[in-house]
C-alpha cells in the first residue's frame, strides 16, 4: 500500500512539473507575441536639426520609418511639463506639471527638479504609460524620464534608474540592452531613454554653435549604439524605435531681456513675481489690486503679452490650474523675463515659448513593425504619442485624455 502512494506521488509530481511547463511555454509564447517599443527623447532637439548634416544615422532612420515635419509642444514648451504630456495624453493644466518649477500658493508646497520634491507623487496626476501597461500585465522600464521615478512603486515603471544628469550616455544604452537580455517572461516591453544633450549645450552656447552640432552628433551616436545591440540581439526587426524630442530652442540676447521689476517699480512690492524665463506669473498680495497690476503691465507692455488669469487664451489649455498665477506675462519668442541682473552670457538659448512658434518643436521620428516605411507626415501634436503607444499594444487607456489617435493613426501600417 505505501509503494503504491508513493508511485501514485511520484506520477502526480511529474504531472505537476509538465503542466506548469507547459503553462510556462503558453504564457511565454504569448509574451513573445507583445509589441516593443523603446522611446528615446533628444532633450530640445529641435525640428531643423536634422537638416544640419551632423546625424546621418538619424535621417536614416527618417528615411526608412515615419518622419514628421515637426513635433508640436504643450504650452508652456518646458521640458517637464511636455514629458509628462507625452506619457500621459494630457495638457500640462490636467496632468499637473505647469512649469519645471513652481510652488502650490495656498499651502506653499514647492514642485522642483530636485529630490525629494521631483519624486512626491502629489503633483503628478493622469496616468502615465507604465501605469496603464502594468494594469495590462505588460512590463516597462525607464532609463530616466520625468515622472519615472516618483514615491509609489505601483506608479512607476518595472524597472527604472533615478535621474543622474552627469551618467555617462553608454551606460544608459548598455542598461536598455541589459534589460532586453532577460528572460522573456521578465523583459520589459516597454522602454524610454533620455539624453539631455542638444538642450544643455543650446542653453550654454548658443542654436547656432559648433558644440550644439557636436551634442548633435553625440545623440546620433547613441542611437547608432542602440541600433547595433538590437542587431546583436536579432531583435531589431520587431522593436519598435520612436525617437522624439519634448520642444526646440531659440536665442536669447542681453537686448532681449523684460525688466518686469522696472516695469511695476514700486508695485513690485505689492507682488510675487515667479519668472520662467519665457513665462512669467504675478502673484498678488492684494487680489483688489489686480486690475491696477494688470493696467500698468499692459500699457507698458512692449515684447509680451499680458492676461490675468481667468482671460488666458483657451488655445493654451493652460489657465485653469489653480497654481498659476494671477496675472500672466508670455515673452515674444526670443525675448526673455529678467530680475535686473547683470547678463552673464552664460545662458543664451531658451524655451517655453508659445506652443504655436515652429522653433519651439521637436522632432518625430519611428521606425518598426508597427510603422508604414518611407513616409513623411506633417506636424503630429505630442498628446498624441500615448494613445498611439496604446494602440500598437493594444491596450486601453484607463481615463479621460486629451490626446487624440485619430490625429496620428494613419502612421501606423493598416
Same mark, same amino acid.
Given at each position: 500500500?505505501?509503494?503504491?502512494?508513493?508511485?501514485?506521488?511520484?506520477?502526480?509530481?511529474?504531472?505537476?512539473?509538465?503542466?506548469?511547463?507547459?503553462?510556462?511555454?503558453?504564457?511565454?509564447?504569448?509574451?513573445?507575441?507583445?509589441?516593443?517599443?523603446?522611446?528615446?527623447?533628444?532633450?530640445?532637439?529641435?525640428?531643423?536639426?536634422?537638416?544640419?548634416?551632423?546625424?546621418?544615422?538619424?535621417?536614416?532612420?527618417?528615411?526608412?520609418?515615419?518622419?514628421?515635419?515637426?513635433?508640436?509642444?504643450?504650452?508652456?514648451?518646458?521640458?517637464?511639463?511636455? !514629458?509628462?504630456?507625452?506619457?500621459?495624453?494630457?495638457?500640462? /493644466?490636467?496632468?499637473?506639471?505647469?512649469?519645471?518649477?513652481?510652488?502650490?500658493?495656498?499651502?506653499?508646497?514647492?514642485?522642483?527638479?530636485?529630490?525629494?520634491?521631483?519624486?512626491?507623487?502629489?503633483?503628478?496626476?493622469?496616468?502615465?504609460?507604465? /501605469?496603464?501597461?502594468?494594469?495590462? #500585465?505588460?512590463?516597462?522600464?525607464?532609463?530616466?524620464?520625468?515622472?519615472?521615478?516618483?514615491?509609489?512603486?505601483?506608479?512607476?515603471?518595472?524597472?527604472?534608474?533615478?535621474?543622474?544628469?552627469?551618467?555617462?550616455?553608454?551606460?544608459?544604452?548598455?542598461?536598455?540592452?541589459?534589460?532586453?537580455?532577460?528572460?522573456?517572461?521578465? #523583459?520589459?516591453?516597454?522602454?524610454?531613454?533620455?539624453?539631455?544633450?542638444?538642450?544643455?549645450?543650446?542653453?550654454?552656447?548658443?542654436?547656432?554653435?559648433?558644440?550644439?552640432?557636436?551634442?548633435?552628433?553625440?545623440?546620433?551616436?547613441?542611437?547608432?549604439?542602440?541600433?547595433?545591440?538590437?542587431?546583436?540581439?536579432?531583435?531589431?526587426?520587431?522593436? #519598435?524605435?520612436?525617437?522624439?524630442?519634448?520642444?526646440?530652442?531659440?536665442?536669447?540676447?542681453?537686448?532681449?531681456?523684460?525688466?518686469?521689476?522696472?516695469?511695476?517699480?514700486?508695485?513690485?512690492?505689492?507682488?510675487?513675481?515667479?519668472?520662467?524665463?519665457?513665462?512669467?506669473?504675478?502673484?498678488?498680495?492684494?487680489?483688489?489690486?489686480?486690475?491696477?497690476?494688470?493696467?500698468?503691465?499692459?500699457?507698458?507692455?512692449?515684447?509680451?503679452?499680458?492676461?490675468?488669469?481667468?482671460?488666458?487664451?483657451?488655445?493654451?489649455?493652460?489657465?485653469?490650474?489653480?497654481?498659476?498665477?494671477?496675472?500672466?506675462?508670455?515673452?515674444?519668442?526670443?525675448? !526673455?523675463?529678467?530680475?535686473?541682473?547683470?547678463?552673464?552670457?552664460?545662458?543664451?538659448?531658451?524655451?517655453?515659448?508659445?506652443?504655436?512658434?515652429?522653433?519651439?518643436?521637436?522632432?518625430?521620428?519611428?521606425?518598426?513593425?508597427?510603422?508604414?516605411?518611407?513616409?513623411?507626415?506633417?506636424?503630429?501634436?505630442?498628446?498624441?504619442?500615448?494613445?498611439?503607444?496604446?494602440?500598437?499594444?493594444?491596450?486601453? !487607456?484607463?481615463?479621460?485624455?486629451?490626446?487624440?489617435?485619430?490625429?496620428?493613426?494613419?502612421?501606423?501600417?493598416?
Amino acid at each position: 500500500m505505501l509503494k503504491i502512494k508513493f508511485v501514485s506521488m511520484k506520477i502526480f509530481q511529474v504531472f505537476i512539473k509538465f503542466a506548469l511547463i507547459f503553462l510556462l511555454s503558453l504564457f511565454t509564447s504569448f509574451s513573445s507575441d507583445r509589441p516593443i517599443v523603446i522611446l528615446v527623447s533628444l532633450d530640445g532637439f529641435r525640428w531643423d536639426y536634422l537638416e544640419r548634416g551632423v546625424s546621418p544615422y538619424l535621417t536614416e532612420i527618417a528615411l526608412k520609418g515615419v518622419k514628421a515635419k515637426s513635433l508640436k509642444p504643450q504650452f508652456p514648451s518646458m521640458t517637464f511639463p511636455n !514629458h509628462y504630456s507625452i506619457i500621459t495624453g494630457l495638457y500640462p /493644466e490636467h496632468h499637473g506639471i505647469i512649469a519645471n518649477n513652481f510652488h502650490n500658493p495656498f499651502n506653499k508646497d514647492s514642485f522642483s527638479l530636485k529630490k525629494p520634491n521631483v519624486e512626491n507623487a502629489y503633483w503628478y496626476r493622469g496616468e502615465a504609460f507604465w /501605469e496603464t501597461a502594468k494594469r495590462n #500585465n505588460i512590463k516597462t522600464a525607464s532609463y530616466f524620464w520625468p515622472g519615472s521615478e516618483m514615491n509609489l512603486e505601483y506608479r512607476r515603471p518595472d524597472y527604472y534608474h533615478s535621474y543622474e544628469h552627469t551618467l555617462d550616455y553608454e551606460t544608459r544604452v548598455k542598461g536598455v540592452l541589459d534589460w532586453l537580455k532577460l528572460p522573456d517572461s521578465l #523583459n520589459p516591453r516597454f522602454i524610454s531613454l533620455y539624453f539631455d544633450e542638444t538642450d544643455s549645450k543650446a542653453h550654454r552656447f548658443g542654436t547656432n554653435s559648433k558644440e550644439l552640432n557636436q551634442g548633435i552628433s553625440r545623440v546620433d551616436s547613441m542611437i547608432r549604439m542602440l541600433d547595433s545591440g538590437l542587431i546583436s540581439l536579432k531583435i531589431q526587426d520587431k522593436v #519598435n524605435l520612436i525617437v522624439i524630442s519634448d520642444h526646440g530652442m531659440t536665442d536669447i540676447f542681453e537686448h532681449t531681456a523684460i525688466n518686469i521689476k522696472k516695469i511695476l517699480d514700486s508695485d513690485t512690492n505689492n507682488v510675487s513675481i515667479v519668472n520662467h524665463s519665457s513665462l512669467g506669473w504675478i502673484f498678488l498680495k492684494d487680489k483688489s489690486k489686480v486690475n491696477e497690476i494688470y493696467s500698468k503691465l499692459n500699457m507698458n507692455k512692449s515684447r509680451y503679452r499680458v492676461f490675468k488669469k481667468q482671460d488666458f487664451p483657451k488655445r493654451f489649455n493652460y489657465g485653469n490650474h489653480p497654481f498659476i498665477g494671477d496675472i500672466v506675462i508670455v515673452p515674444e519668442i526670443g525675448w !526673455h523675463i529678467t530680475d535686473g541682473r547683470k547678463w552673464d552670457g552664460k545662458y543664451v538659448a531658451t524655451h517655453g515659448f508659445d506652443n504655436e512658434e515652429i522653433d519651439m518643436h521637436g522632432i518625430f521620428l519611428a521606425r518598426g513593425p508597427s510603422f508604414k516605411t518611407n513616409y513623411n507626415v506633417g506636424t503630429l501634436n505630442n498628446l498624441d504619442i500615448y494613445p498611439l503607444l496604446c494602440k500598437i499594444f493594444g491596450i486601453s !487607456h484607463g481615463s479621460k485624455i486629451d490626446g487624440d489617435l485619430d490625429r496620428i493613426i494613419h502612421i501606423l501600417k493598416e
